[in-house]
């Protein structure tokens, strides 16, 4: 199953309106999550908002996912090891406030299992091939480390430091 | 009776929280009360010590009044030694109360703002003790410093 995601606080229907009209050529049903949207798909199954334990269901069962560009979703990609194909929101279309998706996604385009599409062509593309899921990153996984030992830090000596 | 909160930890609804639920790791065995914009977001992650404020963004005018008025409350009320937040909005405004109060402030800037800092970000240069980018080349010596990223 394909989960298509565009997050719970803007309407992103230039991408429900994509995913529905490929639907019937993928064979593989396709489930999305519509947020604020105002389309209706209509050959795809979709929920406008759904309980989060609802929703990690559903993302556990996916194949692939396609989302907007959140980085709550992409986090999740990770979690659950899934093949992430991220479209952009655009500030052109009113699909946010400005471009900071675009820059977000030529960043993590070059990472393993993280897909970029801007249009239908590239999602058609992408849907059609074998894709891999993501893997942590050495490199990624060290630097987590070294934000959560600073932040760690940062909050002992706060709560220490009021007590002496 | 209950404990003593010493760290208040806030983070909007989507990516915001996502950050901050990782980060909540380092805050581990400390009095950690949690603030969001989403009820179900608290029932989600198990998390019996956290509230809801109002969502809001620089649009929103009246919302925006509603949050201040919450976070001014909650902090005022809680007076906690630190305030962490990956933003967005309510977690400036915490921030900023967090500053009226003493507290030591942190701004975690949301990994998504991988070419320049949000507006939000800015504005807590007035605010936040210490700035954090997840992005090195964002980075200045003024601030925000960069202590690793999450993903």
Redesign the interface.
């Known amino acids: 199953m394909i989960v298509v995601t565009v997050g719970t606080q803007l309407p992103f229907d230039r991408l429900i309106r994509m995913m529905d009209e490929l639907a019937p050529a993928l064979g593989d049903e396709v489930f999305a999550q519509t947020g604020a949207g105002q389309y209706v798909p209509r050959n795809i199954r979709a929920s406008a908002a759904m309980a989060p334990a609802e929703f990690e269901a559903m993302f556990r069962q996916a194949s692939v996912i396609v989302a907007h560009a959140g980085i709550g979703t992409v986090l999740k990609a990770y979690k659950y090891r899934k093949p992430i194909v991220l479209v952009p929101r655009k500030a052109e279309f009113g699909e946010h406030r400005n471009d900071h998706q675009l820059a977000t996604v030529s960043k993590l385009g070059e990472r393993r299992g993280i897909y970029i599409a801007e249009n239908k062509d590239e999602l058609v593309r992408l849907l059609d091939g074998p894709l891999m899921p993501p893997v942590a990153e050495e490199a990624a996984s060290a630097g987590r480390r070294r934000l959560l030992s600073f932040l760690h830090r940062q909050a002992r000596e706060a709560v220490r430091g009021a007590d002496h | 009776m209950t404990t003593k909160v010493?760290?208040v930890a806030v983070g909007s609804?989507?990516?915001h929280?996502?950050?901050l639920m990782?980060?909540s790791?380092?805050?581990a065995g400390?009095n950690v009360l949690f603030v969001t914009t989403k009820r179900?977001?608290l029932?989600?992650a198990k998390i019996t010590n956290g509230r809801v404020v109002c969502d809001c963004n620089r649009d929103r005018p009246l919302d925006t009044a509603k949050c201040l008025w919450q976070c001014a409350r909650l902090i005022f009320s809680v007076r906690p030694?630190?305030i962490?937040t990956t933003g967005a909005a309510p977690g400036l405004l915490c921030l900023a109360m967090g500053r009226l109060i003493g507290?030591?402030t942190?701004w975690?800037e949301?990994?998504?703002?991988?070419?320049?800092l949000?507006l939000s970000g800015k504005i807590a240069r007035h605010f936040a003790s210490?700035r954090?980018t997840?992005?090195q080349h964002l980075a200045r010596s003024g601030g925000p410093l960069y202590?690793?990223?999450?993903?």
């Not at chain 2, 202590?147 to 993903?151: I, V």
């Open positions: 010493d760290i609804e989507g990516g929280w996502e950050q990782l980060l790791e380092a805050l400390m179900a977001l029932d989600q030694k630190m962490v507290a030591k942190v975690v949301s990994f998504a703002n991988a070419e320049r949000s210490t954090l997840q992005w202590e690793g990223e999450l993903l």
